[in-house]
């Protein structure tokens, strides 16, 4: 059985947001007294009572004088949905998921959406490709972008690296952090390249997570390098399917908006899990790594929600432990290096299987839905074999085409499921080796002529190229991620965040890795574009949130 907790994010008036972990059926809110202690004059000693019954939660207002504001009305008991808030005094206290239930309930399956980490503290991030959902994660600079996606991070198909450098990405928001999870072997397929979220550089972090299979768009800019690997890279062109978001679920020909992902997590509740994770890992000489790694995509997905859905909000979730991905990543190093390096695709899949199973999406309703990732190390031993040998023998040229092949190959082993059962839906990549080459050669070009002012505008066009190239086909309609992130907008994130994290020494990291969190998936949409070619689960519908 799968421990059952709630996630609730407290916004105090007098001291940084804290988010909590909650298993216990009735807790207490109040201003100087109870279970939580909000400090705020505005608030009755005993002001209110959340209740955790069978996976639902509710508000009871325990008499206070100012009363519980719900939806700006004072509601006396009320139930909550992941992605709402309620007030208390002045104090904003926001339900970002659900956990609950063994894993069999839910039909033992896997999700969608991986979301990419942060940059380590003391290192600049680096500036990654686009990353796809599930994960993100570019290729480094030079080679083709290794995903469609967008960052969560949202919903995205991860999509391979360059022969030479990162592994494919994922879907997911954002992606793991660069060199973090999401990436298979040393240069190998599978992950996204260190750097993380569509960060670009770098081999591919032991640790990367597999491509998210839905994710969307590829997170441009990938906050900081990942744990696994260590700091920024410099800057290279890469890309990844950004989060699996949940726009996949609720898109549908009635939507007069678009869905949105919206990350709103903190430096300050990041800097904690930055120095914890850093110092644990330096005394357990990198052990500690896959712990670390599991933390910073549970803040990702703890503090992201999916906005513009006809029923509500869309609550994330990441179920995975530290154990387990040690364990997955210990053994497929292990069998890799043994077999020098064939066994190197069977490890991708393996890692891509664990965050896809681990990571959910919760509608306001309770539905839940899952990603299936059916893909097989000997189908990708056989794509990335020719693909290795025919970028070789052209001397890198067909390394796009490769990278696309990958991207596609990915995406079409991703299914969709609606409440660990019902097929609704899978992912597909439909961008070409020919228009990859272009982007990645007129970006090189420019990027050697400005000597690395171009960059940015480069990697933002990795990114647009692997997100608007992904499309979900979900219950007989096509979801179709955008991006609207800017090359100036980068530019500037990446140079205040550079001379502040000098400044500081790196203490403004966290802060830093943030507002490149928020770049990748709050520029993030999926658009509902019509009637798909593949009608899983029945003709065109919508997924009900």
């Known amino acids: 059985m799968a421990e059952t907790y709630y996630v609730l994010k407290i916004n105090y008036l ?13 807790t207490v809110v109040g201003r100087d007294q109870g279970d939580i202690v909000l400090g705020d004059t505005q608030a009755s000693g005993r002001h209110a009572e959340i209740h955790f019954v069978n996976g639902r939660v509710t508000v009871k207002d325990l008499g206070s004088t100012n009363g519980v504001i719900y939806n700006g009305t004072r509601v006396p008991q009320f139930a909550v949905s992941p992605g709402q808030s309620f007030v208390c005094g002045q104090t904003t206290l926001t339900l970002m998921s659900v956990h609950g239930g063994p894993k069999a309930a839910f039909g033992g399956g896997k999700t969608m959406i991986a979301m990419g980490a942060p940059p380590m503290p003391g290192r600049p991030p680096s500036m990654g490709a686009p990353g796809s959902l599930g994960s993100l994660g570019g290729a480094p600079a030079g080679r083709p972008p290794m995903a469609v996606g967008a960052p969560v991070g949202g919903p995205g198909l991860g999509a391979p690296p360059p022969p030479a450098g990162g592994a494919p990405g994922g879907l997911g928001l954002g992606g793991p952090p660069p060199g973090g999870l999401g990436g298979p072997p040393p240069g190998g397929l599978g992950g996204p390249p260190p750097g993380g979220l569509g960060v670009p550089g770098g081999a591919p972090a032991p640790i990367n997570p597999a491509p998210a299979p839905i994710n969307p768009a590829p997170a441009p800019v990938n906050p900081a390098p990942s744990p696994l690997v260590g700091g920024p890279m410099p800057p290279s062109g890469g890309g990844g ?29 990041l800097l904690v899990t930055y120095l914890v994770g850093l110092l644990l890992t330096m005394i357990t000489f990198g052990i500690y790594l896959p712990w670390f790694v599991v933390k910073l995509r549970k803040f990702q997905y703890d503090n992201t929600t999916i906005k513009g ?39 991708i899949c393996n890692l891509i299987d664990y965050f896809a199973e681990n990571t959910t999406f919760t509608t306001a309703s309770g539905k839940q839905y899952r990603l299936n990732f059916k893909g097989k190390g000997g189908e990708l031993f056989v794509t990335f074999l020719v693909g290795m040998i025919l970028t070789g023998i052209t001397f890198g040229i067909y390394a796009p085409w490769f990278s696309c092949k990958l991207q596609k190959w990915i995406n079409n082993n991703i299914e969709i499921y609606e409440d660990g059962s019902e097929l609704v839906g899978q992912a597909d990549f439909v961008g070409t080796g020919g228009e990859l080459f272009v982007v990645n050669l007129v970006g090189m070009l420019l990027t050697m002529i400005t000597f690395g002012i171009y960059f940015p505008w480069f990697q933002v066009n990795l990114v647009k190229f692997n997100t608007h190239n992904t499309r979900i086909n979900v219950k007989g309609r096509t979801i179709v991620p955008k991006f609207s992130g800017t090359g100036g907008e980068l530019f500037v994130e990446f140079l205040v965040g550079y001379l502040l994290t000098l400044v500081t020494l790196g203490i403004y990291s966290p802060w830093w890795a943030v507002k490149l969190m928020k770049f990748n998936i709050n520029n993030l949409s ?20």
């Open 309 to 347: 859905l006809p029923g509500g909000q869309m609550g994330m979730a990441f179920t995975g432990t530290g154990g387990e991905l040690f364990v997955r990543g210990l053994v497929g190093y292990l069998l890799t290096a043994i077999t020098l390096g064939i066994y190197g695709p069977w490890f």
């Open 241 to 269: 399917l950004a989060p699996a978001s949940p726009a996949t679920p609720a898109m549908s020909s009635g939507l007069t908006e678009p869905v949105r992902p919206d990350f709103n997590g903190t430096g300050g509740e």
């Open 14 to 26: 007098d001291r940084p947001a804290e988010t909590r972990n909650i298993k216990e059926q009735i």
């Open 526 to 545: 999926f658009e509902d574009v019509g009637q798909s070619a593949i009608g899983a689960g029945g003709a065109a519908g919508q997924l009900r949130a």
